[in-house]
């Protein structure tokens, strides 16, 4: 019998801590405010294959017809975005109802997880009531959070400017932002109460990377370069070139080297990564243990190579994304200034009006835009590698002690499923140790890994960034892992 990672510590599993100020009374001053939260009623029966595949499918529906719906009262959505950097791992499509995508809900989520990893919200996983107080809490921040982030929007002239817009159409965006942030709160919780499959965000997320991929290799829009109109799609331009241009040769080179928008290298590049991050989730060590009670039966506790997911990556992207917020927002006001300039500068290209890193802080930590940039711009290169490997790394390491994933939270979770490691004193202290041997080196192993392989994306050109495609395969896989268990718990045949 092979035990699943995450039944032995699941997200927003911690360690409970009874300290007299404790976490638990500041869980139960959100009480009152339990009977106002929306909420999805969990299921009382079990939910069939079939059906939670329906659900998913009217969820990623519901989400996609918000994404192409216009807000409306703006005046104006065609200014350089600052949220840019961001957009990929909110799930976010700027303009329309899904301007704010999951931000509200990973915003909130990481929030409580660092307060309850630093002891200042305290849950015991086995109380029903605590974890009904944790999530109802996680539900209050994220409402908070989208109510937040909708007036900052609004007030920051994201729009046009509040004069122009009117004080009535502006609370109309804002409270259209906030009703969008409520159903997609809704989406996830039908999701991870057990009617669909996964969680709703992790969904989104995937769904956004891999629209963005398909849209860049088969788009029929044209683009204005600096030869004319060209089509926007890697495979629609290569075809279109080879077929009207008479230089056949250039043609072709045109449509595996062109640097005005997609093409196939880039293509090929992304079907590379793809395969490779599918490979390297094999990875793992299992770690055998057995029952302290019945004799005979033993089972292994897996450690996989990318231990903490693609968490790494997320924090990084994050952190990422924020500096290049502030550092324009900063560029904007104090134009000039020497420390402003030290964070970052910033330049809006001639054709598609976004800004782009050229100097600072800011620059140094964008992805080099090509392999060619090792030679032309090796300081640039040389730093944002050991950026990137150094990052992703040391946010692996600190997750595991924040998510209650740490060596120490899995020999605690063991010793309370009466499990014991063979050879192993039956004791946490001596479980610990030899989870330490695994644990850690796999959380700081696996993010340089998932740092690494963003890297070979970025130098690679491969369509949706390197970020995008990580999150999007490692959310894809995990989907996949889920699928297949329900399907067989379903009965169903070996389709998957």
Same mark, same amino acid.
């Given at each position: 019998q092979e035990l699943n990672q995450g039944a032995v510590v699941r997200p927003g599993q911690h360690r409970h801590n009874t300290a007299a100020m404790g976490g638990v009374k500041v869980l139960h001053m959100i009480r009152p405010a339990m009977c106002l939260l929306p909420e999805v009623e969990a299921p009382d029966k079990r939910i069939m294959f079939r059906e939670k595949v329906l659900w998913t499918s009217i969820c990623l529906f519901v989400f996609l017809v918000c994404s192409q719906i216009p807000v409306y009262g703006i005046v104006t959505s065609k200014s350089s975005d600052p949220f840019y950097w961001l957009r990929v791992i909110m799930a976010s499509n700027r303009g329309t109802l899904m301007e704010l995508g999951i931000s509200p809900i990973v915003t909130s989520g990481m929030v409580m997880q660092l307060l309850t990893g630093a002891g200042i919200v305290d849950m015991d996983q086995n109380s029903k009531q605590d974890r009904n107080l944790f999530q109802g809490a996680q539900k209050l921040l994220g409402i908070l959070i989208t109510i937040g982030e909708a007036i900052a929007y609004v007030m920051s002239g994201m729009y046009g400017d509040v004069a122009d817009i009117g004080h009535g159409n502006a609370f109309l965006i804002v409270m259209q932002l906030f009703l969008a942030g409520m159903v997609v709160l809704c989406l996830d919780e039908l999701c991870t109460k057990g009617y669909g499959i996964g969680s709703g965000v992790s969904l989104f997320i995937a769904t956004n990377v891999c629209e963005t991929i398909v849209w860049k290799a088969f788009a029929p829009t044209t683009i204005t370069t600096a030869k004319g109109?060209?089509?926007?799609?890697?495979?629609?331009?290569?075809?279109?070139?080879?077929?009207?241009?008479?230089?056949?040769?250039?043609?072709?080179?045109?449509?595996?080297?062109?640097?005005?928008?997609?093409? &196939? @290298?880039?293509?090929?590049?992304?079907? &590379? @990564?793809?395969f490779v991050v599918i490979y390297f989730q094999g990875f793992r060590v299992d770690v055998q243990v057995k029952y302290n009670n019945v004799r005979g039966v033993t089972g292994s506790y897996p450690i996989k190579l990318f231990y903490t997911s693609n968490m790494p990556i997320i924090l990084q992207s994050a952190l990422v994304s924020n500096i290049y917020f502030f550092s324009q927002l900063l560029s904007r006001r104090f134009k000039g200034n020497f420390l402003v300039n030290m964070v970052g500068q910033w330049q809006e290209l001639e054709y598609t009006g976004q800004s782009v890193a050229v100097g600072g802080f800011a620059y140094y930590i964008t992805p080099p835009d090509s392999l060619l940039r090792l030679f032309t711009d090796p300081i640039h290169a040389v730093f944002y590698i050991i950026f990137m490997l150094a990052s992703c790394a040391l946010f692996s390491k600190t997750w595991i002690e924040v998510s209650g994933s740490s060596a120490k939270d899995v020999a605690k979770s063991l010793k309370d499923q009466k499990m014991v490691i063979p050879g192993c004193r039956d004791d946490i202290g001596a479980i610990m140790k030899r989870l330490n041997m695994y644990i850690p080196t796999a959380a700081a192993f696996g993010g340089m890994c998932i740092g690494a392989l963003t890297i070979i994306a970025d130098f690679l050109g491969a369509i949706g960034s390197g970020t995008g495609i990580l999150l999007a395969v490692t959310i894809v896989y995990q989907m996949y892992e889920e699928l297949y268990k329900e399907h067989q718990k379903s009965g169903g045949g070996g389709f998957l």
């Open positions: 109109q060209e089509f926007e799609g890697a495979v629609i331009a290569s075809l279109h070139g080879i077929i009207s241009r008479p230089d056949k040769f250039m043609a072709l080179r045109d449509a595996f080297y062109r640097g005005t928008g997609p093409n &196939l @290298v880039s293509l090929m590049a992304t079907v &590379l @990564v793809f």
